[in-house]
Every structure is written in structure tokens, then in C-alpha cells.
């Protein structure tokens, strides 16, 4: 099974930028769909953004115009780039693989990395 790598979590101040990377071991059919995922502490986990292989995206909608999501097929990569970034945004940020299409959730996780917002 293709395992995914996140890095690029930090402390950042209100309103600050923060870029997250996700990187899957080998190339694989899960990876037609890559999105990022977060949870906070007594929070459900909850959709970031997806996006497909052929560029299509979906967005939470508390999300879009914050935050961009791209991807590097070349060299099997996915990126948030976190914008005006909020204290409630704190989360532990998680990339997922795997699913059919950008509206659902995937089956392969990453280990998570922590994004704190504070001042």
C-alpha cells in the first residue's frame, strides 16, 4: 500500500501563511484523488480540500479563498498553501488517498502533522 508523507506544520501567528506537503511513497491508482484532512482536539475530522489528478478541486466551504491546494503528478506530491490563517484552524492536518472521486473520503492516511495558530 502507497504510504504518505506530510510535513510542513508549524506555529504560525493569526493571519500568518503555512504551506503543508504530502508526499506518497511510489506511484499508484490512489492517488487519483489526494486531499487534506484535519481534525482538532473534540472535533470530528473534516474535509480541507481534495483535489484529482486532472485538477479538479473541492473546497469546505469555510476554507475556499483561504486556502489552495495543488498537486505535483510528477513527482506523486500534494500541497496546501494556508492563507490568512485563523487561531481555529489549529488542527493536526492529515493527507488522504485513495478515493474514487474529489467528494469523498479516501483509505489511506498519512500520520498527520500539527498546524497551531496562535499569537
Known amino acids: 500500500q502507497v504510504q504518505l508523507v506530510e510535513s510542513g506544520g508549524d506555529l504560525v501567528q493569526p493571519g500568518g501563511s503555512l504551506r503543508l506537503s504530502c508526499t506518497a511513497s511510489r506511484i499508484s491508482y490512489s492517488l487519483t484523488v489526494m486531499g487534506w484532512y484535519r481534525q482538532s482536539p473534540g472535533k470530528q475530522r473534516e474535509l480541507v480540500a481534495a483535489?484529482?489528478?486532472?485538477?479538479?478541486?473541492n473546497y469546505a466551504a469555510t476554507m475556499k479563498g483561504r486556502f489552495i491546494i495543488s498537486r505535483d503528478n510528477a513527482e506523486n506530491k500534494v500541497y496546501l498553501q494556508m492563507n490568512s490563517l485563523k487561531p481555529e484552524d489549529t488542527a493536526v492536518y492529515y493527507c488522504?488517498?485513495?478515493?474514487?472521486?474529489?467528494?469523498?473520503?479516501?483509505?489511506?492516511w498519512g500520520q498527520g502533522t500539527q498546524v497551531t495558530v496562535s499569537s
Open positions: 483535489i484529482s489528478i486532472d485538477g479538479t478541486t
Open positions: 488522504n488517498a485513495g478515493a474514487y472521486d474529489v467528494y469523498q473520503e479516501g483509505t489511506v
